[in-house]
């Protein structure tokens, strides 16, 4: 199947694995935590496990933070697919918030947690992004991958990443995308390539 020219291919989005702030529920955001024990055991698990389906993939593309990429390197060995770095693929800047629970979020920073949940999709967090600054990087660099691929391809990614993509791709309020979805490390989404291409930013 074809749309303009390009074939159709899978895109299969992977959160990174488990890392010591997953644990203890701290928002990471653009802060460099590297994967702990888990999340190597759980990288290495989803690699056996797409190699005994005998999972076709062409290229693993990721994130260049190093949760992310760690769990790439351990991925393309079991599967003898290249990874690489790729622009455009990091988790959301949260800035101030990083480091802190949401709760803690909440008790430093009422005003502006209150103004960044109802209004979440244009709302930057102190000092970092909003949703839609998200997404100004993150389309793009996926429609570049899939204009340089004819087959499916991982993309080791984060949370927001993923949740802020279903929800454009099925139109949820982005006030209410995590009452819809809730990406576990390691959880995986598949989506063709042809759903990407159609989005408009």
């Known amino acids: 199947m074809y749309l303009e020219g390009i074939y159709a291919m899978r895109l299969v989005l992977v959160r990174h694995g ?7 529920k701290k928002i990471q955001g653009s802060t460099d935590i590297d994967l ?9 698990q989803l690699g056996r496990t797409l190699k005994e389906n005998n999972r076709k993939i062409a290229k693993i593309y990721t994130s260049r933070q190093i949760r992310a990429k760690k769990t790439a390197e351990i991925v393309s ?3 003898g697919a290249e990874y690489a770095e790729w622009d455009g693929l990091e988790e959301m800047n949260l800035g101030l918030w990083e480091g ?13 947690y209150k103004e960044w949940f109802e209004h979440r999709r244009y709302t930057r967090t102190p000092q970092g992004e909003s949703y839609q600054d998200l ?7 996926l429609k570049h991958i899939i204009k340089i691929e004819r087959d499916d391809v991982i993309i080791v990614t984060h949370s927001a990443d993923i949740v802020v993509l279903l929800s454009l791709l099925n139109e949820i309020p982005f006030n209410k995308m995590f009452e819809y979805y ?4 390691m959880a995986m989404v598949e989506i063709d ?6 989005l408009l930013l």
């Open 18 to 24: 488990e890392t010591e702030w997953n644990v203890q």
């Open 193 to 198: 390539s042809n759903e990407i291409i159609k």
């Open 77 to 79: 060995k079991y599967l």
């Open 100 to 112: 802190n629970s949401w709760t803690e979020v909440a008790e430093k920073f009422p005003i502006e």
């Open 182 to 185: 809730k990406m576990d490390n």
């Open 36 to 44: 702990n024990a888990n999340g190597i055991l759980q990288a290495e």
């Open 135 to 141: 997404i100004e990087r993150l389309i793009p660099a």
